[in-house]
C-alpha cells in the first residue's frame, strides 16, 4: 500500500477519543501508549515539551550505551591499556562492551534482513534498517534482562512504519499549503494589519473557500484540480492545523519539539517501542515484554509463564463462547500456545497484512491499559485473595481485548477447524491466517469478547479452580466458604457461593436458634407438615436410585463429614445446646447420613448447578440439615457419654430447664434418643424429639442409679464405639470412594446403635 | 574496524612448547578479522591453532618452518592500509631499519611486518610503519637469549592504525599503544 492510501485508511478509523489527530496515526498512538499526554485538553504545546523530554532521554541513552572505542572515554587519561586494549578479557572494558554489542548486532541483523520483504522497498532500506537495528540494541542493553527475542523487531517495524507515514503526510500538507508553512516574519515588516502589529502567528489573513479544503481533503493522491488555496489558517480543516501547529519550528521546545519529524524518527519510535513492550504499572496491564519472558513471575498465581497463562486465558474464553470448538482443539491436542505465542508476542503482526495489522493496533491501542477495578469479594475471603487474577491477560481492557481479538480470529476459522482431522492441520489453518478477510467484523466479535472477558474475569468464581493454588490453612469447612468467592455474581453460573451464602444464611439462623431454643418454648412449626411430606418424598427417593440425587446431597454430605468431625472434636468444649439445630425434619437429616454410608457418588465442593433447581428448597433443607445431622451426632455422643457416668452440672441444669420450657409437650411418639438418627420413618416433630431427648437424657440421668447404671453404661459404651467406628470410616474415606467393606461397616454399625437405642428405650419403659 | 593480529617465531616444539597462557586466554575466536604470521611457527599443530582463531590466516616462511609451501613474502590490502609480510632473515643485516625499508619501498606498503630478531620493534618510517611483532612464545634467538613474548594487535580504522603491543614481562601482560595516521592515498602511481 502506498503511503498516501495510508494516510486514507488511517482517516477512516477513528477510535473514539482524542479527535485532533485523526489523521495522524503516529500521534495518535503515541498518546495511546501512554508517551504523549491523553487529556483532550492537553495543548500542542504540552505534546511538544512531552515529546522533547522523551527525545532527550532516547539521546543520553544513545550516547551512553552506543560504543566507539576509538574515542577516548571521558575523564579518564590516559586510558588503562591493560584495560581497554581490544583483547581484553575485562568485562567492563569498552571493547568488551564493543564486541558484546558487536553480536548483538549480528543477532539483530538476522532478524532484520527478513523483515517484511514485501514491503522492502521501505523497510529493508538501509535507513530504515539502521535505524530498527539501533533501537533494537539499545532496548535490549537496557533491558539485559529480556535481551532480544525474535519478534521484537516485529513489533518494531510497525511503529517506525506508522512515524513514517505521518512524516509523509506532514510533507504532503506542506506541498499543499506551502504558504501556511513560511515564515511569517518574511512579510511582517510591509505588511499592513488591523491587528496588532506584532503578531508573529503564522495564521495569515487571507480569504478562502471551505468547499476546495473539502475537495482537496478527500483527494490526496493527486492535486489535479485546480484550486483557490485556503488562504486563512483557521479555516483550514482541524487536522490540516494540528499538522501544520506540530511541526512548526518555533514553537515549544523549538525543533526538538517538532513532534512530527522526520529527523527524530529513532526517538520516537524508541519510546513507542519502550511503552509498549512495558506497558503498564499495574499488574493487570498488557506488557509485551512479559510476553517474552519465560519463566513465571514471583507473583503469579498459576505459576505458569504469562505466555502460557495467556494462552490459557484464550481457550478459557473460548471454551466460554464456543464450547464445542474448543473441546474439539482439546481433543486433537492442540495446546494453545502453539500458534497464541506467535500472535501474542508479535500481537497478531504475522497474521494480517501490514495494513490491517495497523487498523487491528488502532484498536488495541485505544483500549485503556489500566487494570480494571475488581469486585471485591464477601467476608471470610481475606486468607485467600490473591494478589492477581487467574489470568492477568483479562484483567485489563486492552488485554481483553487482544484476547478477544485472538479469540475471533479462532472463531473466524471456525468451520475449518471443526473440520481438521488432526492437530498439524488445524494448526496449519490457525498459523495461515487468511488475508482477505472482513476486518471489521472481526473486530467487532473482538470487542463483544473483550467485554465479556472483563467480566468473567470480574468474577472471580468463575475462574477455573484447577489452577488456582490453596492458601487456607482452615479447616474444610471454611474451606467450603473460601471457595465460594464473590457473591455478588448476577447471571451465568450459578456458584457455588449461593450454596455457601444458603449455608451461611443456615448458620447465622443456627446462631439465633440456639439462643433462643434455650429459653423459647417448644414451637409448633406449622412447617411441619410441609416437612414431613418432604421427608416422605425424600424416603422415597432414598430407595430409588440415589444417583440422581448427587447433585444436591454432595454438598452436604461433606459439610455434614467436615461438621462432624469438627464438633465431635470438641463437643467437650460446646456446652451449648446442639439441638437448636432443629426447625427441620431430622429425618432428612438421617437419611443424609445413611446416604452418606451407602456411598452416593461424592461430588467435589464447588458445584456446578444442579440441573434441578426445583430442588432448591429442599436443598435448603439440606443445610438444615447438615447442621441437625452435627446436632445428632452431637447429642448422641453425649448422651453416650452421660450413659457411662459423665455427668455435670450444667448438663443438669440444662436438663432442668427442659422440662420446664415444655411442659405441654404431646408426647405421643416413641422417642429413642439415638434412634432419632436413624429412625427416620417417624421423624417429623424434630423439636419435639429433641425435647424428648432431653428428657429422656434427664430421665436417664435422674434414673440412672447404680443398678441401671451399670446396663446403660454398657450399652452406652458400645454405642460409643459404634460412633467411632462411623466416624473413622467417614474420615478414612470420602464417601465416594468408599469401598464396599466400608460401607457395610458403616451400616452394621448403624444398626447396632439402632438395636440399642431400642433396647434403652424398652428398658426405660 | 578492522583487528589484525601479528605474530610470529613461536618455535614450537624446537625451543618452546606453546605460548604462554595468558596469551592464550586473549586470543579468543570471533574478534580478530586476520592473522599475520612472520613465520617459524613450525609445525602444522600450530598452524592450526592459529587457524582457529582466525581463517584469515597469512603466513610467509621462516627458516625453520616445515612446511615449505609459506611463500617468502606477501602483500595484503585491509581497508586503506598495504601491508607487507615478511621473515625477515633474508634482510641482511638482520633488523637494520634502512634494509627493512629498502624491503618496505620494494614492496610498496604502508606497513612492513618482519620478524626474526625476537625483539619487538615499531618505527614510523618514510610514510610507513615497520613492525616487528617478537616472538609470541619467547623463544630463544641466535642474537638474543632473553626474550620476553610478545605480539601486536593493530587496530586498522580508515586512515587510522592504532597499535597496540602486547608483552609478557616478569609475568605480566603489558600493553602498550601507538597510533599512526596515514596521509590520504594519493592518486594511482605511475
Known sequence: MTISEEIQRATCASPSGDHRFEKLRGVRWRINLGILPSSPSSTIDELRRVTADSRRRYAALRRRLLIDPHLPKKGINPPDLTIDNPLSQNPDSTWGRFFRNAELEKTLDQDLSRLYPEHGSYFQSSGCQGMLRRILLLWCLKHPEIGYRQGMHELLAPLLYVLQVDVQYLTEVRSNYEDQFTDLFDELAFQERDSAAYDFDIKKVLDDSMEEEEEEEGDENGHATKKKKPKRFDELDTETQTAVLLSDAYGAEGELGIVLSEKFLEHDAYSMFDALMYGGSSLGSVSVANFFVYSAPSDSVTGLPPVIEASSALYYLLSLVDASLHSHLVELGVEPQYFALRWLRVLFGREFPLSNLLTVWDEIFSADNSEVERVSSVEGDDDDVVSGFEFRILSSPRGALVAGMAVSMILYLRSSLLATENATSSLKRLLNFPEDIDLSKVIEKAKSLQSLALEINARRDLLPKGSRKPMRGHSLSVDSISLGGSSSSPVGRVPESYWEEKWRVMNSAEEEEKARRRKATQRQNTVKKSWSERVKLRLSRTESDPSDRSGNKPPIRRSLLDDLSKQLGDTDSDMERSSTVSESPSGECEENGLDKGKGEDHVELPLPVPENESEGKSVVNIFRDRNILSGKFQRLWRLGRSLTGEETSERKEAKAVEPEAEPKEPEAEPVEPEAKLINYEEEEEEEEEEEEEEEEEEKTNSESTVGDGDTLKNTGRSMLEHIKVLESVLEQSSPENMAENHRVTVEEALRELRRLGTMLLSEQM | ?190
Not at chain 2, 609459506?70 to 631499519?97: A, M, N, R, S
Not at chain 2, 610514510?127 to 638474543?144: K, L, Q, R
Not at chain 2, 587496530?155 to 605480566?172: A, F, H, K, Q, S
Request: proline share 5%; aromatic share 6%; glycine share 8%.
Open chain 2, 1 to 190: 574496524m578492522v583487528l589484525v593480529l601479528a605474530l610470529g617465531d613461536l618455535h614450537v616444539p624446537h625451543r618452546a612448547a606453546d605460548l604462554p597462557p595468558k596469551f592464550k586466554s586473549m586470543l579468543v575466536p570471533g574478534k580478530i578479522q586476520h592473522i599475520i604470521c612472520t613465520g617459524n611457527l613450525c609445525i602444522k599443530e600450530i598452524h592450526d591453532y592459529l587457524k582457529t582463531i582466525c581463517p584469515d590466516l597469512h603466513i610467509v616462511r621462516g627458516e625453520f618452518d616445515e612446511d615449505a609451501r609459506y611463500p617468502e613474502t606477501k602483500t595484503l590490502t585491509i581497508g586503506q592500509f598495504k601491508l607487507g609480510l615478511c621473515h625477515g632473515h633474508q634482510v641482511i643485516p638482520w633488523g637494520d631499519l634502512d634494509s627493512l625499508a629498502m624491503l618496505q619501498r620494494q614492496l610498496d606498503v604502508d606497513i612492513l611486518v618482519t620478524g626474526h630478531t625476537h625483539q619487538f620493534t615499531a618505527y614510523k618510517h618514510e610514510g610507513g610503519v615497520v613492525i616487528n611483532p617478537g616472538s609470541a612464545t619467547g623463544a630463544y634467538s641466535s642474537i638474543n637469549q632473553d626474550v620476553n613474548p610478545s605480539f601486536v594487535l593493530m587496530d586498522i580504522d580508515g586512515l587510522r592504525v592504532v597499535v597496540y603491543v602486547y608483552e609478557l614481562i616478569d609475568g605480566e601482560v603489558k600493553v602498550d599503544k601507538i597510533d599512526f595516521k596515514k596521509a590520504s592515498t594519493s592518486t594511482s602511481a605511475p
